[in-house]
Nanobody, 120 residues
Framework: QVQLVESGGGLVQAGGSLRLSCAAS????????MGWYRQAPGKQHDMVAT???????NYADSVKGRFTISRDNAKNTVYLQMNSLKPEDTALYYC??????????????WGQGTQVTVSS
C-alpha cells in the first residue's frame, strides 16, 4: 500500500501565498506522475497541476503564472507553491500519486485532502 500525507493548507487573504506538501510512503518501487487536484463546494473535481518524473509540468489555465508544482524524487514528495491567491482558489486540495509498487503493479493513491480558504 501507498500512503500520502498532505500538509500546508490554511486560511489566507487574497493576494497571499501558501505552500502545500504531499509525501508518499509505503511499498513504492517508482513514482511516475504526481499532481494536485481541487474540489470547491458544489463544483467538480478539477486538475490543478501535474508533474512527471522528468519534471514536465501541466497546469490548469486558471492557475498558470500563479502556482508552481515541484517534486523531490529522493523524498517522494510533491509541492504546490500558490501565490497571488484568489477567493476562487478556495477548495479542498488533494494530492495524487501514480506509479508502480514493490510488486511492479500500477498504483494510484489520493491524499486525504487539505483545505485552502482565501478570504477577500
Amino acid at each position: 500500500q501507498v500512503q500520502l500525507v498532505e500538509s500546508g493548507g490554511g486560511l489566507v487573504q487574497a493576494g497571499g501565498s501558501l505552500r502545500l506538501s504531499c509525501a508518499a510512503s509505503g511499498s513504492i518501487f517508482s513514482i511516475n506522475i504526481m499532481g494536485w487536484y481541487r474540489q470547491a463546494p458544489g463544483k467538480q473535481h478539477d486538475m490543478v497541476a501535474t508533474i512527471t518524473t522528468g519534471g514536465g509540468t501541466n497546469y490548469a489555465d486558471s492557475v498558470k503564472g500563479r502556482f508552481t508544482i515541484s517534486r523531490d524524487n529522493a523524498k517522494n514528495t510533491v509541492y504546490l507553491q500558490m501565490n497571488s491567491l484568489k477567493p476562487e482558489d478556495t477548495a479542498l486540495y488533494y494530492c495524487n500519486v501514480r506509479g508502480k509498487d514493490s510488486l511492479n503493479r500500477d498504483f494510484g493513491s489520493w491524499g486525504q485532502g487539505t483545505q485552502v480558504t482565501v478570504s477577500s
